[in-house]
């Protein structure tokens, strides 16, 4: 069982940045590929980015290319979503996932094996 705790969000005006983080409970945090998703109001949950195992790949939605950063620290149990130049249509609660595979914690999200509860992220324009 993992245990997983987003942190850091909150209103920000746009062209702010903001930086993510998601603890992971338990010693097989670097077992799982790690994914962030995002939900609007009325809208469907959205992939926003993804890191595998060891962190040397990764995927992005192609709305946050380029502003967005995900990075983990496999000794720390955290992943972190580093969100640069804030638009405010990036505004949505943010899910921090795990999953088996970079593939599980990308598309629609539903292989992802764990989620975290959400953090919200308002961007004032």
């Known amino acids: 069982q993992v245990q997983l705790v987003e942190s850091g969000g909150g209103l920000v005006q746009a062209g702010d940045s903001l930086r993510l983080s998601c603890a992971a409970s338990g010693r097989t945090f670097s077992r799982y590929a790690m994914g962030w998703f995002r939900q609007a109001p009325g809208k469907e949950r959205e992939f926003v980015a993804a890191?595998?195992?060891?962190?040397?790949?990764?995927d992005y939605a192609d709305s946050v290319k380029g502003r967005f950063t995900i990075s983990r620290d496999n000794a720390k149990n955290t992943v972190y979503l580093q969100m640069n130049s804030l638009k405010p249509e990036d505004t949505a609660v943010y899910y921090c996932a795990a999953g088996a595979g970079l593939a599980s914690v990308t598309g629609r999200g539903n292989n992802v094996d764990y989620w975290g509860k959400g953090t919200l992220v308002t961007v004032s324009s």
């Open positions: 890191i595998n195992r060891s962190g040397d790949g990764t």
